[in-house]
Structure formats: C-alpha cells, structure tokens
C-alpha cells in the first residue's frame, strides 16, 4: 500500500523560511513524478511545485525564484524548500505521487499546514 507522509509545516513570519518534507513508502512503488499542491480555505487546490523521477523540476510563477523541490532516491523523500515566505502562501501543502502509467496523481497525503503571518 503506497502512503504519503507530508511534515515540515509551521507558523513563520512574512520572510522567513520552511522546508517540507514527503515521505513515501510502498513496496515497490515507483513513480514519475512527485508534486506539491496546496489548499486554502475558499480557494481551488492549487499546483505548487513538482519534481520527476530523473531530477528534473517546474514551478508555479508565483513561487519561481522562493521554493526549491528536490528528492532523496536513497531515502524515497522529496522535499520543497520555501524561502521568503508570504501570507498568500499560506495553506495545506499535500505531496501527491504520479505513478508511471498514470495521467493524474492518484496518490495522495494529508498535508501539512504552513501559517505565514504578516
């Protein structure tokens, strides 16, 4: 059975920094992509960041240059480096697993809540 687990979140003040961490577990589970969404009260979940299998790596415009998601094939982790954090990226950060074969992520975690006070 797959499972996501996310950990890393807080409440930071308008500047400051985080870094979320995925951890995923499954035997024999291997996956194309890792990607980082998050949700805010009101608004549609939303695509943050995702990484593939072989390393490479897209954004959403509105975190380019401030989060950085990187991966730990060795330990199955991936994680998302926020910096210069702003209350607009307040929300529940999910990581979510794009299997191979699959056209959605179809595997999912709980989340993990950030707080960004201004």
């Known amino acids: 059975q797959v499972q996501l687990v996310e950990s890393g979140g807080g409440l930071v003040h308008s500047g400051e920094s985080l870094k979320l961490t995925c951890a995923i577990s499954?035997?024999?589970?291997?996956?194309?992509?890792v990607g980082w969404h998050r949700q805010t009260p009101g608004k549609q979940r939303e695509f943050v960041a995702a990484v593939s299998s072989a390393g490479g790596t897209v954004y959403a415009d509105s975190v380019k240059g401030r989060f950085t998601v990187s991966k730990d094939g060795a330990k199955n982790m991936v994680y998302l480096q926020l910096n210069n954090l702003e209350p607009d990226d307040t929300g529940l950060y999910y990581c979510a697993a794009l299997k191979w074969g699959d056209q959605e992520y179809n595997y999912w975690g709980r989340g993990t809540q950030v707080t960004v006070s201004s």
């Open positions: 499954g035997s024999g589970f291997s996956y194309r992509a």
